[in-house]
């Protein structure tokens, strides 16, 4: 698997990341993140222990906001019945009363998929109840957790069309579904909706294959969306799933990335904000870069492989506090044309690794996929 | 012969030490009842060890049907959540680095004392018998998917 994801990411940066190309200049990147709304500047002893000292989360985008506005991003909150587990009710009941307070308020929310745990009605009925307390906008992208017990047919009808896009302030906004386009792994082996909702429930099920995928109907459409939009300006595209190559076998990806670059090529200035991975990422490929966001439920670990090298790693989050690693996030389209992000983090006051033992990589290790799912009871 | 003699009185001493394998062979020429190792033992033996890990792999996914089996149903978890939530391929367990001071449990811990901490804790569970099947399964499982990996017992 190593040697196949190396030679991938060595085509993907020979086609994509030609010497030279960047994302645009404007869109320069500093050192300066926001975290809890105090400024930070990395310690100089945390560069040398990382040679690839990051970048953290700061994009000024030119020709960006005709007017400042913020936005808000919350995702990954995997509710199940309030009956099983309270935490998870208890993190979206206060992200989305910080969501509601920011001052001067939020334009919108985006809503970044995995709503629901098992794709249940009650569970997603339940988080349509709790983001109530949010009277800005609202706009929702779906999560496989929101999909595979009933097909997406719940999720459709309470929040419409999974894909859309809408321009705001100068700024083109396009949502994605990344998760609705499965390989069919169950009719086959006669699963039930459960079961198929159970496998690809799994992260590292084996089962469900590369079901991450952004597929051919929609990349038209997104090109035809994109069609009358300046190449100049800024486009924000939110997507469940990373559009590019992270860890297949988790699914931190979309299969189909190589052809998402293509459609965006032309673009000077995209970004894209993604869920799914329940950690802090940062990407760059060709002139998209990439963000990636906290859950509210809980974090993932950084995969063993692949975790690009813009990416300054979040920190080692304490398992014995619900309120580590997860939060939401706050993003700031200022007058001067920036985009910044701010992950609200609750467990910390830094969010990012101070020193090599803060990483949870720093333990090195070699792990391999699992085998049970494969033998029972699908033999 | 005079070697061989000394070893086995020093073994004497410490009869517990190395098991079989040292009796096998040190008792050489004088007890010649032994043999080789057999393809179909060594089948054997993986598929024991297989056995505890594929059941190890289904409880720290939350099969409720191998936790039922293995008398845990009610323990491993009380919140929906399963160890491989948080720990996909068994991913930052780290049995690699036991025994250690845990910091969460503020003791010198053993894998087998984080499990329970976990199921404790985040799982919001029962701890269960250190010395049960489910825990030897998931020590299984855990070790097995780290296979590999280096062993730094005490890392942080
Ligand atoms: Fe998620
Ligand atoms: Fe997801």
């Keep these: ?379 | 012969m005079i070697t061989h003699s000394k070893i086995r009185c020093s073994l004497r001493r410490f009869p517990l030490i190395g098991g079989i394998a040292i009796a096998a062979v040190c008792a050489g020429p004088t007890s010649a009842h032994k043999d080789p190792v057999k393809p179909e033992q060594l089948k054997i033996y993986q598929e024991v060890f297989m056995e505890e890990v594929r059941k190890g792999d289904l409880l720290f996914h939350g099969d409720q049907k191998m936790a039922e089996q293995l008398g845990v149903a009610d323990d491993l978890s009380k919140t929906g959540m399963a160890c491989a939530m948080c720990h996909p391929m068994a991913s930052d367990t780290h049995p690699q680095s036991f025994p250690k001071f845990q910091a969460q449990i503020a003791k010198f811990a053993t894998l087998r004392d984080m499990i329970n901490w976990c199921i404790e804790k985040p799982n919001q569970g029962v701890k269960i018998d250190p010395e049960s099947e489910a825990m030897k399964a998931l020590e299984a499982y855990i070790t097995w998917s780290n296979t590999g990996s280096v062993l730094q017992p005490g890392k942080f």
């Excluded at chain 1, 467990?347 to 949870?360: A, C, L, M, N, T």
Aim: hydrophobic fraction near 40%; proline fraction near 7%; aromatic fraction near 12%.
């Design chain 1, 1 to 379: 698997m190593s040697d196949e994801l190396d030679r991938i990411r060595r085509e993907m940066h020979s086609v994509l990341q030609p010497e030279g190309v960047r994302p645009d200049d404007s869109l320069k990147i500093t050192r300066r993140t926001f975290i809890h709304g105090s400024l930070v500047f990395g310690a100089a002893t945390v560069g040398q222990a990382f040679a690839w000292w990051p970048l953290l989360n700061t994009l000024d985008i030119a020709h960006a906001a005709e007017t400042p506005f913020k936005f808000a991003w919350i995702s990954d909150t995997h509710l199940y019945p309030r009956s099983l587990n309270t935490r998870f009710v208890d993190k979206v009941v206060r992200a989305a009363q910080e969501v509601q307070a920011m001052d001067p308020p939020a334009d919108f929310l985006i809503f970044g998929g995995d709503l629901a745990q098992l794709g249940k009605i009650e569970e997603l009925e339940l988080g349509v109840d709790l983001l109530k307390e949010i009277k800005i906008p609202k706009h929702y992208i779906p999560g496989e957790h929101d999909w595979y017990l009933d097909m997406g047919k719940k999720w459709g009808e309470l929040f419409g069309q999974p894909n859309w896009t809408f321009d705001h302030k100068g700024v083109r906004f396009i949502g994605l579904d990344t998760v609705s386009r499965g390989p069919d792994y169950w009719t086959a082996k006669n699963m039930t909706p459960e079961e198929r909702m159970g496998h690809m429930a799994t992260l590292d099920g084996t089962v469900a294959g590369p079901w991450a995928g952004v597929g051919r109907d929609q990349l038209d459409w997104m090109e035809k969306t994109l069609a009358d939009w300046d190449k100049q300006r800024p486009v924000v595209i939110f997507s469940h799933n990373p559009l590019y190559e992270y860890y297949p076998p988790w699914n931190f990806w979309v299969r189909d990335w190589r052809e998402v670059h293509e459609v965006l090529k032309p673009y000077a200035k995209v970004t894209n904000i993604h869920g799914h991975v329940h950690q802090v990422l940062y990407n760059e490929i060709g002139t998209l870069r990439s963000i990636g966001m906290l859950a509210t439920s809980w974090p993932w670990p950084y995969a063993p492989e692949g975790l690009p090298k813009l990416t300054k790693p979040m920190i080692r989050v304490d398992p014995g506090d619900p309120y580590d690693g997860v939060g939401w996030s706050k993003l700031d389209v200022a007058a001067n044309d920036q985009l910044e992000t701010e992950y609200i983090m609750w467990g910390r006051k830094e969010v990012f690794v101070q020193s090599p033992e803060d990483h949870d990589k720093h333990v090195s290790e070699v792990i391999r996929p699992r085998i049970a799912d494969n033998m029972w009871p699908y033999r």
